[in-house]
């Protein structure tokens, strides 16, 4: 993050001057949470754009590149006006980042319309995968719905009969439960809704305790995870039903869980040990110059940044029409492995059942233990129509 | 005879285990100075605020002028023509002494809801302000901020304020409390000029002016009038002596 | 009477002379985006505005006004859901309903004082927020995409136009304060914040005169709130999180609130700050330029401390006294 | 719903209450008798919380964490209140809340630069992980009993305190009118800065017990703090048994609503309505019980005599 208004003032005086005289320059816009309570997420996305940046030599698709970390504060305003900055004031080529559905909503409509390129390292709402879509869209991440489908998927093959499903009472939350309702075939005896940014669950689970459910699907995203997660297991809640997770227990929340954390299980696109070069060297890398391992949002912000190397070599120029057809095709080197792409934009990818584990250096990581998916497309890529 | 301008009955306040005005019935005359005297703590306040509505009595009737006003609001009485001084000088502070007057002055106008016509310089409202001071003589400070007053000044601008609206009835509570000699003697001279127009219910500590400008003399003990009557009743009477007068001295 | 509101009021015409012509300095230096930047400090500094009727104007410390720029943006929002997508008519909406929800929150709120009077306003602006995050149908919590406004003959995607919306709405909510806290009624409400039971025993009820301010300041917030939605294209409960009630409230003490064109200085003091502060920390510490809180709290406690009146205060006379008179 | 599973949740609403009660404790008599509103208390529970967690790390030990980190909070309070909270009594509430809102930004992101972003962990001692039975069949943890006695303990202290001693005599005259404690000759300066100190002390408190139920991280203490203000409201201000009572009955509405109001919800309307209407409300409840207190008592449940 440099002094954008005097960076602007300057180039703008040698873009007159100098006319086409400089190399082509790549520009990207980076857009996370950096500061507030969510900033430890938006800190490992930038942790990881750095590491990208590094592994390409500093350069996207052989061309000169810049990238411009900018803070969303986690505020749909504050969001609008840094895109706005982004594109009229520093002219990037590309913006990326975004961990929120409500701030990528929030700017959507205004990258898209201005021909530019918005690539999503995280936040994969509904709308705008399918009536609300949009050719210059991509995600580098997942809709919002794939992910719980396909715990109720594993559930299904498990031969989970009936489920206690508990979500906290926002859209996503609304989401999540609906995406695993429709792969689900079993049961839903309870489905709650708790509330936003709730720390303690006790009653939730006391109540919980007395319904007695064979299974628990909850999606408690961030620090609702840790203290779900935790007070699960203090309460013995083990003994009681078996827990099913999607966005729980992840590289965010294991660090604070720990041993906790064991052996509970979730589905993910994405997991530390996934077998390919790119992402071992990804981890490897990470966890040298970082310390500890990437969570799932680290991973899809160096796939972002690998998707603009690739999108750039491949056309060999910035342009957006260009960018947009390469990545379109799909075939994007990922640490997902070669990343297929659906007629929405959104991944075309394999999801994974992970379990809690411990690595050879006794920390706590997720593992592999089985595909649950295998090439699987949204719901919602059929409403979609450029 | 002259016509009753406030009457009370019986009215009657407590503040959990105190009685701060007990079955106090009181007739304040058209036209008269009245005092009301005691003790501190006798309840005189008390009183005073449930006559202008501050405090709602727990039992008893309140009449102005013949009309029940015991669950009137202060405002609604303020407009039936009750105007009052607190103990502690009341006025806007922030505001200068000629301000103070043109806010009285608008509400007297009754037109309130304006919203486009600058008020601090409108012809009229200045002029309306201006005669409100010059009731008590003090237009010579209408530039004045009123943080700026004196205590004593502040205290005639306050009675200015509470005879802006041409009450009625006037009720005084304690205004010569904190003026020096010279302020004092002023204040009695307005006071006692002001007995044409209006009928004033004082409460004074200072027997000196009660005894220069009561009529009549009421005497609040606990909370209870132990006497009523001219002040040289009141200062005959041995009930009165013993229990305040006495003690006093 | 037009000539004294120039001489009076000379700090707000200045920024308002300045914001007409700020388009041509951006133009030609090519900073375009700093027209937005522009149009998100109008848009919150004419809800301070609004806000400061009741806040600085009649002492009533109201922690939920952002409830009423939410109610304004979802007006917006849920009208263009069914298709009304005429602006002036979803400003006469967002008018009405904050009028009227002004009114209903003001008359039950405005019977505690003090420190109540600031809980009560938080708790019925947290009830419109969870309502509004309840709403399944328009986004709940992700929010409601939503074109901009079709104000006819205002074609509002050419950018500048508007600005030039705003513009002219601010500019008309500044003069209608402007002529408002001079006036009868302003004079009794600043009497009122000074002393509430002298103005009662000149026989005025209180109550009358700080539910009109009140129902008033929301129309203002909720006028600002339903351009807000077009300017950000898209509407989400975030508008109304008790957090930007307390910005607001933070704008108009920064700027000074006993000012007309106190919160309009805030609102550029404060979002300048926000956006020049991590680039700054950047630049002279970069190792927490992430952290620019940390600058940016101790700074507000400083100008509670050493800046009493706020800068409108600082830069101008420093004695309190009402806006009615004093020149700005 | 059994009558167990709601003494159960009963259990569970009367730790939540004391929690806030403890939080709340200093913060009405910092709002009653200081008129100050300081809204930096939940970072007082964030420094109480993040003290004890950090000790717990380093040396190991759960209970030497908490015996450590309660000194540190009262220092800290101490400190708060000589450097920059005594210079605002004087100030009208606007600017006390554009300052404590500065100070709230500032220890968020001073915790966030010392600790790093990333939630602390903590847990509680093997020892206090068991369950009691509450009644037959109805287990219920060990730790959560132990919040709820230690919190109690604490309520009875500062009654106790506050109704026998004679700093707390000097507490009750200022709570209904702080110019007679002044007038009484009571050295005011001082008997601020032990409440306050004493205030930010319960308020870690009660971090540092919730500490190792939920995470432990920056910002931590602000949802708490807007819970404990609706308490000190509906208690009345400056009333230490009003907000006793007033927390335990918030602990009780948003606990219970939470479970209850969707089953209720589900009795007679459609499952999807009421799976909104339901959460929606249990979220809302405590601001309507609070808005509605207000409408009818505008002082609150219990303000202190003479307020």
Known sequence: ?386 | MTSSILELRSVKKKFGALTATDNVSLNIQKGEIHALIGPNGAGKTTLISQIFGNLAPDSGEILLDGKNITNTSVSNRALLGIGRSFQISNVLMDFSVLENAIVAKISHSRKTFRFFKPAFNDPDLIDGGLAILKRVGIEHMADRNVSDLAHGERRLLELSLALAMQPVLVLLDEPMAGAGPEDTVFMTKVIAGLKSDTTILLIEHDMDVVFQLAERISVLVEGAVIASGTPNEISNNTLVREAYLGSDE | MVLDLFKKFTTLWIILVVLAFFPIFTSTFDLPFWNDVVMRIMLLGMAAMGLNIVFGFGGMVSFGHAAFMGVGAYCAGISQYYGLDNGWYQLLMSAVSCGILGIMIGFLALRTSGIYFIMITLAFAQMLYFFFVSLEQFGGDDGLIMDRSDFIFIDLYEPLRLYYLIFFILAAVSIMLMLLIRSRFGVILQAIKSNESRVEAMGLNPLKFKLTGYVISAVICGLSGCLFASWQEFVSPDIMHWTRSGDLMIIIILGGLTYVAGPLVGAIVFLLLEELLPDLLHVVFPSIAENWMIIFGPLLIAVVLFGKGGLMGVVGNRFTRPAARKDQ | MTLTLLLEQIFNGLQAGITLFLIAAGLTLILGIMDFVFLAHGSQVMIGAYAAAAITIATNNFYFGILAAIPITFVCGYLLEWLIIRHLYRRDHMDQVLATFGLILFFNEAIRIGFGPAALFTNFPSSLSGFIEILPDTPYPVYRILIILVGLLCALGIHLFVSRTRVGAMVRAGASNPEMTAALGINVKILFRFIFAAGATFAGLAGMMIGPLTSVEPGMGEPLLILSLVVIIIGGIGSVRGAFIAAILIGLVDTVGRVMLPMLFKTFMSVSTADTAGPALASMSVYILMAVVLVFKPTGLFPPKGA
């Open chain 1, 1 to 386: 993050m440099k002094n954008k208004f005097i960076t602007a003032v300057i180039a703008a005086g040698f873009v007159a001057s100098a006319g086409t005289a400089f190399a082509e320059t790549i520009k990207v816009g980076y857009m996370t949470t950096l500061s507030g309570g969510a900033g430890i997420i938006g800190k490992q996305m930038k942790n990881a754009v750095e590491l990208a940046m590094e592994h390409k030599g500093g350069k996207l698709g052989g061309m000169d590149a810049e990238v411009i970390f900018v803070d969303d504060q986690r505020k749909p305003d504050v969001t609008k006006q840094l895109a706005n900055k982004l594109l009229k004031s520093e002219k990037v080529d590309v913006i990326g980042g975004i961990i929120w559905s409500n701030l990528l909503m929030a700017i959507h409509k205004q990258v898209t319309r201005s021909d530019t390129l918005l690539i999503s390292s995280n936040a994969g709402p509904s709308p705008v995968a399918g009536s609300n879509c949009h050719k210059n869209f991509f995600s580098m991440s997942w809709q919002n719905d794939q992910t719980p489908e396909a715990m109720g998927a594993y559930m299904n093959s498990a031969g989970v009969k009936s489920v206690y499903a508990m979500a906290p009472n926002y859209q996503a939350g609304k989401d999540m439960i609906a995406g695993f309702k429709r792969f689900y075939d079993g049961e839903v005896v309870g489905e709650v809704y708790t509330k936003l940014g709730q720390t303690d669950f006790q009653a939730e689970l006391s109540a919980l305790r007395a319904a007695k459910p064979p299974a628990t699907f909850i999606f408690q995203p961030g620090g609702m995870g840790i203290n779900f997660v935790k007070q699960w297991k203090q309460a013995g809640m083990d003994d009681v039903s078996k827990l099913y997770t999607v966005f729980s227990v992840d590289g965010i929340s294991l660090p604070a869980l720990k041993e906790t954390a064991l052996g509970t299980i979730s589905t993910q696109t994405w997991s530390p040990d996934l077998d390919n070069a790119i992402n071992k060297k990804f981890v490897a890398d990470y966890k040298s110059k970082f310390g500890g391992y990437p969570s799932f949002y680290a991973a899809q912000a160096y796939d972002t940044i690998l998707a603009i190397d690739h999108a750039v070599a491949k056309s060999g120029s910035k342009d957006t029409a260009k960018m947009r057809e390469v990545l379109a095709a799909g075939g994007i080197p990922t640490t997902r492995g070669s990343l297929k792409m659906n007629s929405n934009h959104f991944p075309i990818q394999n999801f994974y059942l992970r379990e809690a584990v411990k690595d050879s250096d006794g920390v706590v990581t997720s593992k592999i233990i089985d595909t649950v998916f295998e090439d699987h497309g949204d719901a919602y890529a059929q409403d979609c129509k450029f």
